[in-house]
């Protein structure tokens, strides 16, 4: 049999053992509405409120600023939409680089009347805080500016942007998706007003998601319906999800410094062993402010989606940082952000490491690619190579 390795852990998780036994349950004899005032029902809200604890404790919130959703994508939506609904008109500030919920969100609201300025990235995909100071306008309703980037990792100086968004009184909402549970987030000395996180990045189930809300934080619903989640998302809960949710959080407390030490030399394992086997290659991203477990690495002249498949052949998941759009391949709107040129955006793969990856699955990954990238050279004009 093929060996396999999976190395996309940003783009999903494994649900951990752990999480599954816990969650178990709640597909049996667990079975009632939480909002139900039997037995039945309490029984339900009881694993729904010690979910909803452990996430509070574990960002130093309280635990009615969390509202759980079905997803990262969902939570993105509320905090920014529920921000501007709530003033009615008014100018946001993002990013260029921020994932697609956040970014199709902002443009929907530049359909509805809002105005909206996408920051640029410097080389290594950082948004320079005095760029958002400059940005700020008498209206600025709200700032939205993720923690890292999904594609190469880059961490957010979002202590900065908090400290100019506090000063000002704007609400910033911060993606977390790819670093809640994976580096430390402080809610307080970071200045934020509302934090999207996702169960399955972090070896929770999928579909199930939460948005911090600081007290006070004027926002409103997006969906309407019930009371549920103290009305600001309605809906009868996921509870197995929730439940699973929870217990990916507790593991993820406990493991999550000693994973990050171990991921990091794994990582700079790769890159090492990548860049001394295969000549004209490239790191993107920050060198240091970076997630611990990705590795974005581009090889010049070579189309991304190549080596990906090349790679599944030996059983190896990775992703592309180029994406293909009606047909036709396209350069990751991220790395076009960052400036990388088009010889090297084209040939962009994803690394993102996680809880299983051991140093030999490093290893068979450095061997695997460079023959893949060998070959693909050698079908270049020798002008190209
Ligand atoms: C930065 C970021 N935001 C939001 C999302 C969307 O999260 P979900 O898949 O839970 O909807 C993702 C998922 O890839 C992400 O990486």
Redesign the pocket.
């Known amino acids: 049999m093929t060996r396999r390795v999976y190395l996309d852990h ?2 999903s998780t494994p649900v951990h053992p752990e999480v599954v036994a816990d969650m178990l349950p709640y597909f049996g004899e667990i079975f009632g509405n939480p909002s139900s005032v039997h037995a039945f029902g309490r029984e339900a809200r009881e694993g729904m409120d010690r979910a909803r604890e452990r996430v509070a404790r574990f960002l130093g919130a309280s635990a009615d600023e969390i509202v759980f959703t079905s ?4 939570s ?1 939506n509320l905090a920014i939409k529920g921000l501007a609904y709530a003033r009615g008109r008014g100018h946001f500030i993002t990013s260029r680089i ?2 697609h ?2 970014l199709r969100a902002c443009q929907w609201l530049e359909t509805q009347g809002f105005e909206v300025t996408y920051l640029p990235v410097d080389e290594l995909g950082m948004v320079d805080p005095g760029d958002v100071k400059r940005a700020i306008r008498p209206d600025t309703i709200g700032i939205t500016i ?1 923690h ?3 594609e190469v990792g880059t961490i957010q100086p979002i202590a900065a942007i908090g400290a100019i968004a506090r000063e000002h009184a704007i609400p910033l909402h911060v ?1 977390a ?2 670093t809640f549970g994976k580096v430390p987030i402080d809610l307080d000395a970071m200045g934020i007003a509302l934090l ?1 996180f ?4 972090i070896y929770g189930p ?1 579909g199930v ?1 939460g948005l911090y809300v600081r007290k006070g934080t004027k926002m409103v619903t997006i969906q309407h319906g019930g009371e549920h989640e103290r009305r600001r998302r309605a809906g009868t809960e996921n509870v197995a999800g929730i439940v699973g949710f929870g217990k990916a959080v507790e593991v993820r407390a406990r493991d999550m410094a000693g994973e990050a030490v171990r991921l990091a030399a794994l990582r700079d394992r790769l890159w090492d062993g990548i860049r001394a086997r295969v000549p004209d290659v490239k790191l993107n991203g920050h060198p240091t402010d970076r997630l611990p477990g990705t590795a974005n690495i581009s090889y010049r002249n070579v189309e991304s989606e190549s080596v990906v498949l090349g790679l599944d052949l030996k059983g190896i998941g990775v992703s592309a940082g180029s994406a293909c759009t009606s047909g036709s391949v396209e350069p990751s709107y991220v790395l076009v952000a960052m400036g990388v040129a088009l010889g090297w955006a084209m040939g962009a793969v994803r690394h993102s490491l996680g809880r299983s990856t051991a140093a030999d699955d490093i290893d068979y990954v450095i061997e695997s690619v460079e023959p893949i990238v060998k070959k693909l050279r050698g079908a270049l004009p020798v002008g190209a190579r």
């Open positions: 940003n783009a997803g990262g994508t969902e993105d921020e994932h919920a956040v993720m890292a980037n999904s993606d998706v790819q999207s996702s169960g399955h990045k999928k998601a």
